[in-house]
């Protein structure tokens, strides 16, 4: 149980192009998901918490114009990188927090989704 | 402020054992997490501790003491798949995930 889905796994497009990943709980309500983003050989680094039915809560540093979330419902939360150019390249995390706080795992993790800008 | 500390990197043998420290400091304490994470994929959990001591999970263990902040992360029999990088992560008591930077496991044969 406790399956996360998130979806493109890899996307590549040109510089200028907005792109929206989608995070969702396939068995589970999640109240609260997050994004994480990650560059090549460095570690998770936390962009924002999504919660759902209010906005999200970003990082300091993190551009909230840039990178629209959506958390519409208990088991989707959907990341939108607006105007996307090769800085942006990277690769992105969703987890997401059970509500029932079942089993000892705090977060479930998607299976990420790879970014290249041209 | 909250802060976990690992290594950034270690090297070991294949069949050999390694320990990954993790020392924390944060507000409040709900649980103590491994992850492990290969180059590319996202990270896989490893364990969970919330009382002092082992606990054991076949090659893996991990060890914790709240009243020092530490723990550990125990692989043995090391095998080359277990390269990869291994994070530590506090709960606090607001119930948010606190990561550390992660250690880079190299594996030698």
């Known amino acids: 149980g406790a399956v996360v889905s998130q979806h493109p796994s890899w996307v590549i497009c040109k510089s200028g192009t907005s792109v929206k990943i989608e995070c969702r709980s396939l068995?589970?309500?999640?109240?609260?998901m997050f994004w994480y983003r990650q560059f090549p050989k460095q570690s998770l680094m936390l962009m924002a918490t999504?919660?759902?039915?209010?906005?999200?809560?970003?990082e300091q540093g993190v551009e909230k114009d840039k990178f629209l979330i959506n958390h519409a419902s208990l088991t989707l939360s959907t990341l939108t990188v607006t105007s996307a150019h090769p800085e942006d390249s990277s690769f992105y995390i969703c987890?997401?927090?059970?509500?029932?706080?079942?089993?000892?795992?705090?977060?479930?993790f998607g299976d990420g989704t790879r970014l290249s800008i041209l | 402020g909250q802060n976990i500390d690992q290594p950034t990197e270690m090297t070991a043998t294949e069949g050999a054992i390694v320990q990954i420290n993790c020392t924390y400091q944060?507000?409040?304490?709900?649980?103590l997490f491994w992850y492990q994470q290969h180059a590319g994929e996202a990270p896989t959990f490893l364990s969970y501790?919330?009382l002092d001591g082992l606990e054991e999970k076949g090659r893996f263990s991990s060890f914790l003491s709240r009243s020092k902040g530490y723990s550990y992360l125990l692989l043995k029999e090391l095998q080359m798949k277990d390269s990869a990088s291994y994070l530590c992560?506090?709960?606090?008591?607001?119930?948010?995930?606190?990561w550390g930077a992660g250690t880079k496991l190299i594996i030698k044969p």
């Open positions: 987890s997401a927090r059970d509500l029932a706080h079942r089993g000892n795992q705090p977060q479930h």
């Open positions: 068995d589970f309500q999640a109240t609260t």
């Open positions: 999504s919660n759902e039915g209010s906005k999200a809560t970003y």
């Open positions: 944060t507000s409040g304490f709900n649980g």
């Open positions: 501790n919330v």
């Open positions: 992560a506090v709960r606090d008591s607001n119930y948010q995930l606190i």
